[in-house]
């Protein structure tokens, strides 16, 4: 058996570097620590330089790190980059770079990689133009740095490219750095999240679609065929879960050579002492906001429910969770009050100015009708989970046994109101609820269970399917519950049942639960996955000398 080829360079692109946007940030940033370990800055990230004016969180500017190499880019390739440091465990290198003077050639880039790659730009709208400017820029990065610092043939280069975003680094590295193995990772395709969220039945027609067909009745061709081409001609294309990979295979038609599950690393989790303190700090947080902008005191053993993600409606579960919960209102013996927080970043207006004076001064209560969101929309009216509140007949009274709070702001610790972190609130919950329909893999549910924090999903998450190939019950730490394109109202029923069943659990069975989903947790851990990466590079390496 032949031994794995190992890559002495990686380059690493996504349009998340040192830019949080979604799930791609926590792959990228907990996956880093355990590639830095073994490159040391041989590992390099690229990014895109999108903060202007203001200094990123997530990025240290080290003018001293590779300044010949800026100057070196700027007089041959007319970009302007900044070198520096990720901030995140081991501060890998990354470089940020600013992709704007492309736009003016955006036609001639478009018309050569129609020639080279076959991608159709001619319709393309809304973020494809900077997108692919920015992917087309990094590739030019990656050959800068390749000629400046004389890397040969005989060294074994991977260029890692994340998403539609970066394909057209990928093309361009292919034409310019054959000696480079690439790597095309898609977290979700274009095509199937439109599909799923144009309600639309992705599985069980899913052998039936064709996915240029769809591309065009859903105006998607462009970033379509970029995607599609961009499987195509990558040494090794990869994707994060079984369910996703039979959907490339279709929609895409490439069979993806390996499924690289999205791992994490637990040093955000505190341990021990600092935990209690952590969970006891972040429920007192909870309670106090719910209790001023309910206008009541809640009952010392009240359960605290939570949901979080993008704001996709149907996609995330969101639907489901609300429809669950007005299930779980319907029950007759509820001994316990639910608070249930939707923490789902909306069209933000800013946060209510009476709920945060209200709670500067211990024991007041907002004077409002609204008992629902902690931040002001722009758009109550046409606020789908406000429609949802409001279809159900949520209204927080306090002989409700089951409250809904909307938290639609990202919660990075100066949201106005909470001013934590998502993690510093996480860690107080009971459990949280992710219903998805459409869910490549699910960093949610996970990060959950990380932090002892049980759990409820679906069989269509990559997540869900890793834990459990059948339906499971909460009591396992996750429970799984089965979903098709046509069985919500039994999803939410299930979900209702499955929470109520937790109301009654006592203090050493929900230990016991916690403890289970911790367990899981630690299954997930880079040290253990990573492994698929180093597949993915052996392939890339071995394809790319076969081309050769």
């Not at 880039?109 to 020639?115: C, T």
């Not at 006891?280 to 009541?296: C, I, Q």
């Not at 945060?356 to 606020?383: M, W």
């Not at 909470?418 to 490549?440: A, H, Q, R, W």
């Amino acid at each position: 058996m032949l031994s794995k080829l190992i890559p002495e360079y990686i380059f690493e692109t996504s349009w998340e570097v040192c830019n949080m946007v979604g799930g791609i940030y926590t792959v990228l940033s907990t996956r880093a620590a355990t590639l830095q370990e073994r490159l040391g800055d041989k590992l390099i990230f690229i990014g895109p330089d999108v903060w202007n004016e203001i200094e990123s969180p997530y990025f240290k500017e080290d003018s001293s790190l590779f300044p010949e190499w800026i100057s070196y880019t700027y007089a041959n390739y007319g970009l302007k980059i900044r070198t520096g440091r990720w901030k995140i465990p081991g501060e890998p290198v990354a470089v940020l770079v600013d992709f704007r003077p492309l736009m003016e050639k955006k036609n001639q880039v478009y018309g050569h990689v129609w020639e080279i790659a076959g991608v159709n730009s001619m319709v393309a709208y809304g973020d494809y133009d900077e997108s692919s400017m920015f992917g087309y820029s990094t590739g030019m990065i990656m050959e800068s740095y390749y000629k400046f610092f004389k890397i040969t043939a005989n060294q074994n280069v991977v260029a890692h490219f994340n998403e539609w975003m970066t394909t057209f680094g990928e093309f361009y590295v292919r034409e310019h750095l054959p000696a480079v193995a690439t790597i095309f990772t898609t977290h979700a395709t274009s095509i199937g999240r439109s599909i799923a969220g144009n309600h639309k039945p992705l599985y069980d027609y899913m052998p039936e679609y064709n996915g240029d067909q769809m591309a065009y009745e859903l105006n998607m061709v462009s970033k379509h065929s970029t995607e599609k081409q961009g499987a195509k001609h990558a040494d090794c294309f990869t994707t994060v879960s079984d369910i996703t990979a039979r959907e490339c295979t279709q929609l895409l038609e490439r069979k993806p050579d390996v499924v690289t599950p999205n791992g994490f690393e637990d040093d955000f989790v505190p341990k021990g002492r600092a935990f209690t303190a952590k969970r006891k700090d972040a429920r007192k947080s909870l309670k106090n906001v719910a209790e001023t902008l309910l206008g009541y005191k809640l009952e010392d053993n009240a359960l605290f429910i939570g949901t979080a993600g993008r704001y996709e409606y149907k996609n995330k579960g969101i639907d489901i969770f609300i429809e669950s919960l007005k299930h779980l209102y319907d029950f007759q013996d509820m001994n316990r009050q639910v608070v249930a927080f939707i923490m789902v970043p909306a069209w933000v207006k800013s946060s209510r100015t009476d709920l945060a004076e209200a709670l500067k001064q211990p024991g007041k209560y907002v004077d409002s009708y609204n008992r629902i969101t902690t931040h002001e929309l722009h758009d109550y009216y046409n606020d789908n989970i406000m429609g949802a509140l409001h279809w159900f007949h949520f209204r927080n009274q306090p002989s409700e046994k089951v409250k809904v709070i909307f938290v639609p702001s990202y919660l990075n610790g100066t949201d106005g109101i909470f001013n934590k972190s998502y993690y510093d609130l996480l860690i107080g919950m009971d459990f949280t609820v992710f219903p998805s329909y459409y869910e490549p893999w699910g960093y949610t549910p996970l990060e959950s269970v990380a932090f002892s924090v049980p759990t409820i999903t679906t069989d269509l998450s990559g997540f869900g399917q890793w834990v459990s190939s059948a339906p499971q019950d909460i009591r396992k730490g996750v429970g799984i519950v089965h979903r098709s394109d046509y069985n919500s109202y039994e999803v939410a029923l299930h979900i209702a049942e499955m929470m109520h069943e937790f109301l009654k659990l006592n203090e050493t069975e929900i230990k016991k639960v916690r403890n289970q989903a911790f367990l899981i947790a630690e299954k997930a851990l880079w040290k253990h996955f990573i492994t698929f990466y180093d597949d993915a590079y052996n392939i890339a390496i071995r394809a790319m000398r076969d081309r050769l």
